[in-house]
């Protein structure tokens, strides 16, 4: 089951956003939660991800900077994302931890202006 990741666009640098992933009760009831991010001609990396208890780990590179939440309530998990950079800009998506390739959705692009 793909999940998709919303709530991209444009933004300038210092700026934020909210990336949102709605996944299956099933799936969002046993397992961990990332966002990962691929920038042109990078890997992708994971950047965020929380456990179904709540417990977060974050990249250096956005630690103190994005928050990661999830609502299990609404099988959703959120990407909050302050003080925006260039080199924040990417294809965000949401997938499981570990990841699954067939989870993978087309993701929601991200750009930061400076």
Do not use: H
């Not at 919303?6 to 300038?12: A, E, F, T």
């Not at 299990?72 to 950079?85: E, I």
């Amino acid at each position: 089951v793909q999940l998709q990741a919303s709530g991209g666009g444009l933004v300038q640098a210092g700026g934020f956003l909210r990336l949102s992933c709605a996944a299956s009760k099933i799936i969002f009831s046993i397992s961990a939660m990332g966002w990962y991010r691929q920038a042109p001609g990078k890997q992708r990396e994971l950047v965020a991800d929380i456990t179904r208890s709540g417990s977060t780990n974050y990249a250096d590179s956005v630690r103190g900077r994005f928050t990661i939440s999830r609502d299990n309530a609404k099988n959703t998990v959120y990407l909050q994302m302050n003080s925006l950079k260039p080199e924040d800009t990417a294809v965000y998506y949401c997938n499981l931890i570990p990841r699954i390739n067939s989870a993978w959705g087309q993701g929601t692009l991200v750009t930061v202006s400076s």
